[in-house]
């Protein structure tokens, strides 16, 4: 056995913490700018609809979604310093981009769409992260390092709308730069400040980081990837076939875990508005300090994770998370008699307009710049009864709402980091790109498809059937993880070359 040198420890660990920091960057990346799409992208062009900001919305999923694999693909054959740096130079170049959408005389609402979706498509190194942590850290090791990952995208995510709400002092006029045509106002800083911190990164990535690898057992080994910078290193014995079977259950689980998330972020706003008679502005403030409350929550409990995985293992975790998850949305259900408030008066004057579907792929964080028409001297508030449910539907209590944000807020963090570290365990010692890009391509599909799922089924069905459907999936998943319980196992586990 060779045993690790310091100077390799701390080589080793310092370039994990650039991958922490990509990982943020990633994130703030997605959220610095989400509260303000909306107003932006109807001062840059008046012909968008609310159905257009659900596709702007969409396509920085859709961009990492496709973006993913092909990084990973890329970071298995070669060194994973040139998909990180190509990444996130696309991520810099689209931000600038995205601040540059007022300046086109027309069409402007694609240029948006275009910036946001190559944002996303640089945010494909996530799969990069994830597998270069995944080898360069051994089993002891890697539930704690991947802990710390999703507890810095978490972060990045918190992090990005209080970013955008600081920028919001330089106020919408802000200050224009004629010769390059640039305005500099509460749309356009957030993006640039993220442009200038992917520049840093980029720095930090050609400086301090460095290509390396250890086996399960914590020992040097060779890969693909290196560099030769390193010397003494160990050829991996990577015999072995991969469990498929394992790697594609995580992924089903992995998908059911964001989409019932995304349901939830994507619900919050039009729930509250129906059960509790709140104004747009009211649900906005009120949601956004229960989002903000159950991001520090996921915080806490993916540092907390660390230490318990360390005593019942990453499987009976997973499964905890999952039944909190469950009983967080059975706790949704409407069981009382009492019937939210209906818009009576308004449908009488016929003044409010209908709820469409695509008003509800809108989350909470862009209802906030809707305008209601002129001729409104009062918002209407209550459960519209253009959706029929409302009629006989019971209300859902607020203590209902909120100890489901706080058991939601708990099982989230607690099956993505398990997902994740299960996941990177069951591959082994192989290149692991290819498979995270898949893994990542499952979370943004799920994030897709979670705010289609709220707009047909809550609007049409009400939420009985969306959250007994959701229920439904859940349950389906504990039983997947029953059947495959045993199969998820690391390789070296698997293969006898060491003790679980």
């Not at 040198?5 to 997605?30: A, C, D, N, P």
């Not at 710049?369 to 006989?392: D, I, R, Y």
Request: glycine fraction near 8%; charged fraction near 15%; hydrophobic fraction near 45%.
């Amino acid at each position: 056995d060779v045993v690790e040198t310091q100077e390799h420890y701390k080589s080793r660990w310092r370039s994990i913490w650039i991958m922490y920091l990509t990982m943020f960057l990633s994130s703030v990346g997605f959220s610095i700018v989400i509260m303000s799409v909306w107003p932006y992208l109807q001062k840059i062009d008046p012909t968008a609809d609310a159905s257009f900001l659900g596709w702007i919305i969409a396509s920085y999923s859709i961009g990492q979604m496709v973006a993913s694999p092909l990084f990973g693909l890329w970071s298995n054959y070669r060194p994973r310093r040139e998909p990180l740096v190509v990444s996130t130079a696309i991520s810099v170049a689209a931000n600038c981009l995205y601040a540059y959408v007022h300046v086109p005389h027309s069409h402007n609402k694609y240029y948006m769409l275009t910036a946001r979706a190559l944002v996303g498509f640089g945010a494909g190194n996530v799969a990069v992260v994830r597998s270069y942590i995944a080898g360069a850290t051994s089993l002891t090791e890697r539930t704690s390092a991947m802990a710390n990952t999703s507890a810095c995208q978490a972060v990045g995510f918190i992090l990005g709308p209080v970013f955008q709400t600081c920028f919001t002092l330089i106020g919408e006029e802000g200050i224009t730069w004629k010769l390059v045509h640039l305005q500099l106002n509460m749309y356009t800083a957030p993006v640039l400040f993220g442009a200038l911190l992917g520049v840093i990164n980029i720095i930090l990535i050609f400086a301090i980081f460095r290509e390396h690898r250890v086996d399960d057992m914590g020992r040097q080994c060779k890969s693909v990837n290196f560099e030769g910078e390193e010397s003494g290193v160990l050829d991996q014995d990577a015999g072995g076939n991969v469990d498929h079977v394992a790697v594609v259950a995580i992924n089903f689980l992995f998908f059911v875990i964001l989409f019932v998330f995304a349901v939830f972020e994507t619900i919050a706003t039009p729930l509250t508005m129906d059960m509790y008679s709140w104004t747009r502005k009211e649900a906005v403030f009120y949601n956004g300090i229960i989002l903000s409350v159950v991001g520090i929550e996921s915080v806490i409990v993916f540092l907390v994770v660390k230490t318990l995985s360390k005593k019942t293992g990453e499987r009976a975790i997973l499964h905890g998370g999952l039944l909190i998850v469950l009983v967080g949305f059975f706790i949704l259900l409407p069981w009382g008699k009492k019937l939210p408030n209906i818009q009576w008066q308004e449908i009488k004057n016929n003044s409010i307009p209908r709820t469409t579907s695509t008003e509800m792929l809108m989350p909470f964080w862009s209802l906030q710049a809707t305008q209601l028409p002129s001729n409104h001297t009062v918002e209407p508030v209550g459960c519209p009864v253009t959706q029929s449910w409302c009629l006989n539907t019971p209300m859902i209590y607020l203590a209902q709402y909120i100890s489901s944000d706080i058991l939601i807020g708990l099982g989230y963090p607690v099956c993505n980091v398990m997902s994740y570290t299960l996941y990177s365990k069951i591959l082994g010692p192989k290149p692991q790109g290819v498979y995270m890009g898949w893994l990542t391509a499952s979370g943004s599909g799920a994030r897709i498809l979670g705010p289609v799922f709220v707009s047909q089924i809550y609007t049409h069905l009400g939420p009985r059937w969306a959250f007994s459907l959701i229920c439904g999936v859940v349950v389906v998943s504990l039983l997947l993880l029953e059947i495959v319980y045993k199969r998820l196992i690391a390789f070296s586990v698997r293969y006898g070359r060491m003790q679980e």
